[in-house]
């Protein structure tokens, strides 16, 4: 049983691997990071390489360069401590593997450190890590859709992520907050989305910063009655975010989404009652009308 479980955990992911690496942005994001470790061990690639090993072998990392590897995997680790979706783990090794990769070309050969840079950056403006494509019961805002809406009926609570496509933060946490709105949305309690990226208007009027080094980026905000109620994260006098965890366990906490799905439930239940009771009533009051002519 014990060997069976990962197995079956292997064979049940292996969908979503292959979803992975039909996107350009994974398999190119491995070849980058692995791209030091294939120069250095490829035989054809590393005759030729300087090393400071004392037996002068150009195909085995020199102690300076096993001590940087050594590095990066302690920052990852700490980082990693904190990432809650699987896309954040992978992205942190990413993001460290290139720094790490651009340190030891830098320190092999000027010329090899530049044209590694220069693959990363034009990697970077080129290929964008997938949008999140999967199934959410989320309505999408515009500048001017937003306001009327939250206006339309205020015995509708409201839960508006305010996001933008470039923040890595907001692509890790799209499936979290899609898989809140399939378990919550109902009539009395709607999810929504506005990408402040396209309309820095509304980022401006709900006051969400859209600096690229913003830490307010996702933004959840409560509406009750049309009217902000509460947001994470919270922004501090200074006018800074408090640093705060997206997690599904801390939303459904924070925001108390049991506790609104029921009275939201409880709402919506109250008034198909009354709607079916008017009809009703009108038929009675019909017919004492005709009794009485």
């Known amino acids: 049983m014990a060997v069976l479980a990962p197995l079956l955990a292997l064979i049940y992911s ?16 491995v070849l980058l990071s692995v791209a030091f470790l294939l120069v250095r061990k490829v035989p054809p690639l590393c005759q030729g390489l300087p090393s400071q090993r004392e037996d002068g072998n150009p195909c085995d990392f020199d102690w300076r ?25 992978v992205g942190n090794i990413f993001m460290f593997s290139k720094v790490a990769n651009v ?12 044209l590694y840079l220069t693959l990363c950056i ?19 805002f515009s500048d ?12 509708v609570t409201w839960i508006v992520e305010f996001f933008a496509n470039w923040s ?32 820095p208007d ?25 009217k902000e109620v509460m947001r994470r994260p919270q922004i501090d006098k200074k006018g800074r ?3 705060w965890n997206f997690s599904e366990e801390n939303v459904i906490r924070e925001f108390n989404l049991n506790e609104l799905y029921q009275r939201a439930k409880k709402t919506s239940k109250q008034s198909e009652e009354i709607s079916e009771e008017q009809p009703v009533a009108t038929e009675l009051l019909n017919g004492e009308t005709k009794k009485d002519k």
């Open 14 to 29: 292996v969908p979503g691997i292959c979803r992975w690496l039909a996107q350009p942005y994974y398999p190119l994001s």
């Open 65 to 89: 360069e096993v001590e940087i590897l050594m590095f990066l995997s302690a920052i990852v680790m700490m980082k990693n401590r904190r990432s809650i979706t699987v896309d954040q783990h």
């Open 103 to 114: 340190i030891l070309f830098f320190r092999l050969d000027i010329r090899m450190g530049l």
């Open 122 to 140: 034009v990697f970077l403006m080129t290929c964008k890590p997938p949008l999140y494509l999967g199934p959410e019961y989320i309505k999408y």
């Open 144 to 155: 001017k859709t937003i306001d009327e809406e939250l206006a339309r009926d205020k015995r």
């Open 168 to 199: 890595n933060e907001c692509q890790s946490f799209a499936p979290i907050y899609a898989d809140l709105s399939l378990k919550y949305n109902c009539t009395g309690l709607s999810f929504g989305k506005v990408d402040v990226g396209r309309y």
């Open 202 to 226: 509304v980022a401006t009027r709900y006051k969400v910063s859209t600096s690229p080094l913003t830490k307010q980026l996702p933004t959840l905000i409560l509406f009750q009655g049309g």
């Open 241 to 243: 975010a408090v640093s």
